[in-house]
Each structure stands twice: as structure tokens, then as C-alpha cells.
């Protein structure tokens, strides 16, 4: 057999494997991080704060409106007896399904208000610390 030219072999302590851990600087975690900066303090309007329930309410309740239609179609219409199993089986999941996305965005909006009281006290409290301390 050939062996092959101590070259192709990577050492475990080489420059080479250390650039393929990921760095796990301040910066880096902070750029990751899915909440909001902490070192941004430009205002948010209130669209930009509860554009995502918004949005989810809107589906869920299209959802649960389609939901209805199909009901309302299995029990009121006159077709044959295999489409109205098929309609009385999907209307009430629809129903279901547009209902529970319709509380998890009305759930939603209440989480997001306590969060930004939370952060306006923070802000204050950092402030204020920073006046104290700097004087």
C-alpha cells in the first residue's frame, strides 16, 4: 500500500482546524442573537412592533371564515353523499385550525406589550445607572 505524503495529513493543533471552529466572539453572539440589539435605540413604530400578530389574526380568521363557508355548504346544500362526508370532515377543521391561529396572534399581542413595558423600564433603569455612576 501507498502511503499517503504527511502533507494531506491535518493536525489536529494546525492553524487550519482552529479557523473551523466558529468563533464565539461578543460580536459574533451578539449578531446571532434573534432579539433585538441592544445597542440600537432607534423607535418602533407600532406596525413594525405588532406586524406579526396582526398578520396571524388575519389568517386565522380567513381560516376560520373558510372553515364556516364549508360547513354551512355540507348542512345547507343538497350533494351527493360522499361530498357532504367530505365537507363535514373539513369544515370543522378548518374551524379548529382558523380558531387556535386566531388566539395564538390575540395571545400575542398582550406578550409583546408586557415585553416592550419591560424594555422602556430596562432602558430607564440603564440610564439612570449610567447618570448615577458618571457624575
Known sequence: ????????????????????LPSQTASSLCISSRSESVWTTTPRSNWEIYRKPIVIMSVGTAILLFGVVITCLAYLLQMSKKTIDALKMTG???LSLGLMTLVCGLVWVPIIKKKHKQRQK??????????????
Open 1 to 20: 500500500m501507498e502511503e499517503l505524503p504527511k502533507v494531506l495529513e491535518v493536525d489536529e493543533k494546525s492553524p487550519e482546524s482552529k479557523d473551523l
Open 92 to 94: 370543522p377543521a378548518f
Open 122 to 135: 430596562s432602558n430607564f433603569f440603564q440610564s439612570l445607572k449610567f447618570f448615577l455612576l458618571n457624575r
